[in-house]
């Protein structure tokens, strides 16, 4: 049989990466059992759903490659097959209406709770025949009791007891069906065999298959996933991390990075740490993922962005990059070694948007200097300035080792330290006391520009005493 998965989002929110996780494990798993990977809308909640938190979450996957097989669907749009599934349950006897009054479930909630109990409906209309009214409600006859065990592709075998689930609603008053009730009809009628989502919806899992049984559908296969937690090992929220996917594009995060860094959370093969999707096809298990929660690191991520960067070739670097650069104000135009510059700095940073903003020098003047920096190396730097500036202009050619050259006879003369003789003037040429080797730094601007940006740097020195 076809394996056929889904996400199955609720547009209630922007796209974020634990439902991303979610939507790729559902992907992968599909594609490698040669299956098909849906996506379903549950915008049930009329209130909270909105097409801008879809189309945000669809472009989201689409972003990185995961795309369903057929067209997404929207609950809203299939209420009649809902209606239907709640007819063939009261029609067949599995499923009741009930009229108890708000006031009465809630004291029955409480006097539970004051007993130590947990608070459930006590199913005082499950046998009173009850016809539909805008009062009534329509529950599953859940069984009272043994119990209810389901295997599960991560967890193995989850046992629940049915004294502990109540007869759960189906239809509301007003007729409208219930995230369980879609759910289950949903994945009936989308022929989906295997459901990957979250560990949050274990609990909801025994009740839905009660539902499944009743109305006689096929069995399931699970995987619940362990949830994804930010660094403080909370649940991953805005509060303790930039949860959502397009806030990490925008930051130059490769998608390629965002899918490897999403695979491993929850799921790990030796001590392989890059994945691209075609190595998840080939390589991901879902029965090895964990049962712990995932810890989502940014300086992992950090570090995966680096691998994926370093792994483009020069063209397709530059070809990502140019976005960044057109935020940052640089046009490549200006200068014709702008080549050789990216090459320069191209793992300045491990975003895109990092190395962008670490190209704003060589574009263009320095206008002010890192002030931790100018305290510590350019302050008292004048003598060392102007040998260095006396020495490079005395270079016949001007090349990358010409002037390595010439720096460490400066060295030699001046008897300084490294960091006393480069850190100065790395700071005039672009603000900072980061960039590349100082040759190559040197080489990549013309003798003139450098005349102009060490003469600034002793100006600013001169009007600094
Ligand atoms: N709509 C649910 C959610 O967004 C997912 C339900 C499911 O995957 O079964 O959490």
Redesign the pocket.
């Known amino acids: 049989m076809t394996k056929t998965t889904r996400f ?3 547009p209630t929110g922007a796209l974020h990466i634990g439902g991303v996780r979610t939507a790729l494990f559902n992907y992968v798993y599909a594609k490698q059992n040669k299956g098909m990977f849906l996506i379903r809308i ?1 915008d049930t909640d009329a209130e909270r759903s909105t097409r801008e938190h879809e189309e945000n979450i669809l472009k989201g996957l689409s972003d990185i490659g995961i795309n369903p097989d057929k067209p997404p669907v929207r609950q809203s749009e299939r209420s009649e097959l809902y209606k239907h599934a709640a007819q063939t349950l009261i029609d067949s006897g599995k499923a009741y209406y009930c009229n108890c009054s708000k006031e009465r479930l809630d004291e029955m909630r409480s006097n539970q709770q004051s007993k130590g109990l947990k608070p459930q409906y006590d199913g005082k209309c499950r046998d009173l025949n009850l016809k539909a009214d805008p009062t009534t409600v329509l529950r599953l006859k859940t069984p009272q009791d043994g119990e209810l065990i389901f295997h599960d592709l991560v967890r193995g075998e989850v046992v629940f007891q049915n004294s502990e689930l109540d007869d759960l609603i189906l239809l509301r008053s007003d007729g409208s069906p219930t995230y369980h009730l879609c ?1 289950v009809v949903d994945d009936f009628e989308q022929n989906v065999t295997t ?1 990957v ?1 979250g560990e949050d ?1 274990l609990s909801n899992t025994p009740r839905q298959i009660h539902i499944q049984q009743a109305l006689s559908y096929p069995s399931l296969e699970y995987a619940h996933l362990p949830m994804v937690l930010g660094q403080d090992k909370k649940r991953l929220s805005k509060r303790n991390a930039v949860t959502s996917l397009q806030d990490y594009f925008d930051q130059g995060y490769l998608q390629s990075s965002m899918i490897n860094m999403l695979a491993r959370l929850g799921w790990s093969k030796g001590d392989k740490e890059i994945f691209y999707l075609d190595d998840l096809i080939s390589d991901f298990r879902i029965q090895e993922v964990q049962k712990a929660g995932a810890i989502f690191d940014p300086a992992k991520l950090d570090w995966i962005n680096n691998h994926h960067l370093a792994a483009l070739s020069y063209d397709n670097f530059k070809e990502r990059l140019v976005p960044f650069l057109d935020k940052v104000g640089i046009n490549l135009t200006e200068k014709q070694n702008c080549d050789e510059i990216i090459k320069a700095m191209r793992s300045s940073k491990p975003t895109l948007l990092g190395v962008a903003n670490d190209l704003i020098p060589y574009f263009s003047e320095v206008d002010s200097y890192d002030e931790k920096a100018a305290n510590k190396f350019l302050s008292g730097s004048e003598s060392v300035l102007q040998f260095v500036q006396r020495k490079l202009n005395s270079l016949e050619a001007w090349n990358e080792e010409s002037i390595d050259h010439a720096l460490q006879e400066a060295q030699t003369v001046l008897s300084l330290p490294t960091p006393k003789l480069n850190q100065p003037i790395r700071i005039a040429m672009t603000g900072s006391t980061q960039s590349p080797s100082l040759g190559l730094t040197l080489s990549l601007f013309e003798l003139a520009e450098v005349n102009n940006r060490i003469d600034a740097a002793l100006e600013y020195l001169a009007n600094s005493t």
């Open positions: 199955a989002p609720s549950e759910n459901v989502r919806h």
